[in-house]
């Protein structure tokens, strides 16, 4: 008789993967340890009523293979193949919207135990994980060097051709347009407002001391690279201001 | 209400003023913490006093909220700068009309809470350390913060949650702000009594804006009373840490949110309730740009298309950064599916500057605006929009001149008259080092 494999699955017909079902027992419950050992994790999950309020109202239950309720419930049951699975993928879906939150009559928060997974997948550095950010990249590396997330000079009509024909004249003499906005907020075109040195670097005494830059070296060292130089000329450019300063009180 | 708290922080009316739906709020603690905290000496309170005029909302749990409404120390939103920069512009516009004392630097930072929502790669101590160092510059100044977007604003509410709740949170991110230099000199947090979004603020100062609009909007013929409105929440003004955001019995009878529906009730515009009002946007995160047929298949068929056949409406108002460009740049895709619902999207504020005469694209920068805008305009009676764009147009062709022939001390002198607030001369310290992150204007380069 042909031996009978049976393929274990989540969410509505999700196997898990082979790479999961490879990975050492040990390991994958380091990774789930890490999970549940966040200080925010027991703020996060209580009970639950298996009630489905929160998946009914996800948004993004509506377009992909996942479940709130699921992610609560297979805590819960401290089911490690499929916890330790959907951190490749499946958490990903989640929309960070919250609705799961406000709902649940546990006060449960699925959408928080997502971040705390997402973050640890990160930390991890997940082949999954560093594909799945690939396309981020722009935003990574614009937030950890000036510390703002957005700017005019990132919403290129060719990135962007499903925003529709009003998008297309934006980029024509940006400068400009951008100096006519009648606040210092928008003068500025690589930056969302002028961001001044003294705070970027600032924060990148944030990311040092808080391993984040450690942690984009594992997800993609080239990007991390990149994000080095930067962050190095302007530490340059601040100690030669100091200095100068320092001259000009002398 | 019976309960009475020792801390200053804690204050419930007398009455419910409407049926409370929290009445075990955990969160509310936190304001009696938070001042054992300060007995402790731990922590320093940025407390709201007379100076900042405060106003006074509820919260869904009843609580008292206290709203500074002058000398703000503006928290600008990276996404609505880079993106929808009239949203911000008409804040501050508002802030001149009503004489009002703020500070705009560049000593501030973004909340980074986007990137960390989107994509994991932060922590909470991080995050943490981020906030404190953007409040410990607003202390400094003696300007009290108002947060201009959603998010910073519900990241920064849980990230306080966290910080008086767990001393460990605490403990890590303390050496980090000394090394900062960001502790008081004896060596304190500074906390905000209150974390406030600028929706908050509109929503505090309604009765003034719709003086303003009786009083300026309408002699300039506008008119809002036909206008149909769908509001839409963002999540994480009020889902995210739900305790902490305003409910009033003139909104629902207090059972939902009520920033922005009660500001565009007072202006005497018709909200229209809808049956998706409490759906998300789509926009995700990481999914407006990495996931788009996701953020536009959720906008257009939870939100979009019910709001046209359930109520056409004639516009969106919201109130954050995320959901107002979701809204607002997913539209034309939906021709390709025959799902096209053409409708104006904007944020509360900017409506109101709209509604109070503002210029829709000098300060309202309608121009950046992918929406169909053009009909919501004629129907509040600003007529003349096609004359008040070519304005712009014909400004931005100026400025472009000008600076083509590098004629920077022409363009400054321009700048003078036609800004609404001089960069720099206002700034806690005359932005003595003048160099930026990136110095990618020359206009600016030191
Ligand atoms: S709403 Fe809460 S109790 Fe109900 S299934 Fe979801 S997590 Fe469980
Ligand atoms: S936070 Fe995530 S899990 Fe919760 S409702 Fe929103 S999308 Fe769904």
Redesign the pocket.
């Known amino acids: 008789m042909a031996e009978q494999t049976q393929v274990r699955k989540y969410g509505y017909n999700i196997p898990i993967s082979e790479k999961t079902l490879q990975v050492p027992w040990e390991e994958k419950v380091r990774v789930i340890e890490e999970v549940k050992s966040d200080f925010r994790f027991k703020e996060y999950l209580f009970g639950c009523l298996n009630c489905g309020v ?1 998946t009914a ?5 509506r377009f992909f293979d996942y479940s ?1 309720r699921e992610i609560v419930q297979r805590f819960l049951e401290n089911d490690i193949d499929v916890l330790y699975d959907m951190m490749h993928e499946y958490i990903w879906a ?8 406000i709902r649940c009559p546990f006060v449960n928060n ?2 928080g135990l ?1 971040i705390i997974m997402r973050e640890v997948a990160v930390r991890n550095a997940f082949e999954a994980t560093k594909d799945l950010l690939k396309p981020y990249g722009r935003v990574l590396l614009k937030v950890m060097t000036t510390g703002n997330q957005l700017s005019a000079d990132m919403l290129q009509p060719d990135f962007f051709p499903d925003w529709g024909p009003k998008m297309l004249d934006n980029m024509e003499n940006l400068r400009a347009k951008r100096m006519a906005i009648p606040f210092d907020v928008g003068k500025s075109v690589k930056t969302a407002w002028e961001v001044s040195l003294q705070t970027a670097i600032e924060m990148y005494q944030i990311w040092r001391e808080t391993g984040i830059f450690e942690m984009l070296e594992r997800l993609d060292p080239n990007l991390y690279n990149v994000i080095m130089d930067i962050v190095e000329e302007n530490e340059e450019r601040w100690e030669e201001l100091m200095e100068e300063m320092e001259e000009a009180e002398a | 209400m019976a309960h009475k708290s020792k801390s200053p922080y804690l204050k419930y009316p007398e009455k419910e003023p409407f049926p409370i739906l929290n009445k075990h709020s955990h969160y509310d603690h936190l304001f009696e913490e938070m001042y054992e905290l300060e007995e402790k000496g731990e922590i320093l309170v940025f407390r709201i006093t007379e100076e900042y005029r405060p106003k006074y909302v509820y919260t869904r749990t009843g609580r008292i909220k206290v709203i500074p409404t002058n000398k703000l120390w503006h928290h600008k939103s990276c996404g609505q700068c880079g993106n929808i920069p009239g949203y911000p512009a008409s804040i501050f516009w508002f802030m001149n009309k009503f004489g009002l004392d703020y500070l705009n630097e560049p000593h501030q930072t973004s909340c980074t809470a986007w990137n960390y929502h989107g994509s994991g790669t932060s922590n909470p101590v991080a995050l943490a350390a981020v906030w404190l160092r953007n409040m410990h510059q607003a202390w400094k100044t003696g300007y009290y913060p108002l947060i201009h977007c959603g998010t910073s604003f519900g990241s920064y509410k849980e990230t306080r949650e966290q910080l008086i709740f767990n001393k460990e949170l605490r403990e890590a991110v303390k050496p980090i702000l000394k090394k900062l230099g960001r502790l008081t000199e004896d060596g304190r947090i500074v906390i905000p009594q209150e974390i406030v979004h600028y929706s908050e603020w509109v929503h505090a100062m309604r009765d003034e804006i719709a003086e303003l609009y009786e009083k300026e909007g309408k002699a300039k013929g506008i008119d809002v009373s036909n206008v149909r409105v769908a509001i839409h929440n963002a999540c994480h003004t009020w889902k995210m840490i739900a305790d902490d955001y305003p409910y009033d019995p003139e909104v629902y009878n207090g059972q939902r949110p009520a920033a922005s529906t009660a500001v565009i009730k007072k202006l005497g515009a018709q909200v229209v309730d809808y049956s998706t009002w409490y759906d ?1 946007c789509g926009f995700g995160f990481r999914h407006i740009l990495t996931e788009r047929e996701f953020t536009r298949s959720f906008a257009i068929q939870r939100k979009l298309k019910v709001i046209a056949e359930e109520i056409k409406a004639d516009v969106i108002i919201t109130h954050d950064t995320g959901c107002t460009t979701t809204f607002e740049k997913n539209q034309w895709i939906g021709k390709a599916h025959g799902m096209y619902y053409p409708i104006a999207v904007m944020s509360d504020v900017m409506f109101s500057a709209l509604a109070c005469g503002a210029h829709p694209f000098k300060v309202v920068q309608l121009y950046w605006n992918c929406s169909n805008y053009e009909p919501l305009l004629e129907k509040m009676g600003i007529t003349n929009w096609r004359e008040l764009r070519k304005e712009w147009e014909d400004t931005v062709k100026y400025i472009a001149e000008l600076e083509k022939q590098g004629k920077y001390d022409e363009l400054m002198e321009f700048f003078k008259e036609y800004d609404l607030y001089e960069p720099y001369s206002k700034t806690s310290d005359g932005f003595k080092y003048r160099k930026s992150a990136t110095s990618d204007l020359p206009l600016f380069k030191s």
């Open positions: 929160c109202s996800c948004p993004s239950n709130p989640c929309s960070q919207c919250f609705t799961c939150w699925p959408g997502v | 998300c």
